[in-house]
């Protein structure tokens, strides 16, 4: 999957988590500072990823995320590695 696409994924299941338009949501979005999203909201926006990318994400990696672009980064990354 090319990044681009991997980042419209993450962007798609952050809004819908949210409950906010995807528009709102780029790389550059903390969601913690803006959304105040809190522990429970990053474990369920993991699991939509988990399920939607068919990986898994520990939640040291969620939790240790700052914003949008990391999460990206870190997505591509792990789905490059698998064979």
Same mark, same amino acid.
């Given at each position: 999957?090319?990044?681009?696409?991997?980042?419209? +994924?993450? %962007?798609? %299941? &952050?809004?819908? &988590? *949210?409950? +906010?338009? &995807?528009?709102?949501?780029? #790389? =550059?979005? @903390?969601? %913690?500072?803006?959304?105040? &999203?809190? =522990?429970?909201?990053?474990?369920?926006?993991?699991?939509?990823?988990?399920? =939607? *990318?068919?990986?898994?994400?520990?939640?040291? @990696? *969620? *939790?240790?995320? #700052?914003?949008?672009?990391?999460?990206? @980064?870190?997505?591509?990354?792990?789905?490059?590695?698998?064979?």
């Amino acid at each position: 999957m090319q990044r681009a696409e991997l980042a419209e +994924v993450v %962007r798609e %299941r &952050v809004a819908g &988590v *949210l409950g +906010v338009p &995807v528009e709102e949501i780029d #790389e =550059s979005t @903390d969601l %913690r500072q803006t959304y105040g &999203v809190d =522990s429970l909201e990053l474990m369920e926006i993991g699991a939509r990823l988990e399920n =939607s *990318l068919n990986t898994r994400l520990a939640a040291e @990696d *969620l *939790l240790g995320m #700052e914003n949008i672009g990391n999460a990206i @980064d870190l997505l591509h990354e792990r789905l490059r590695e698998r064979p």
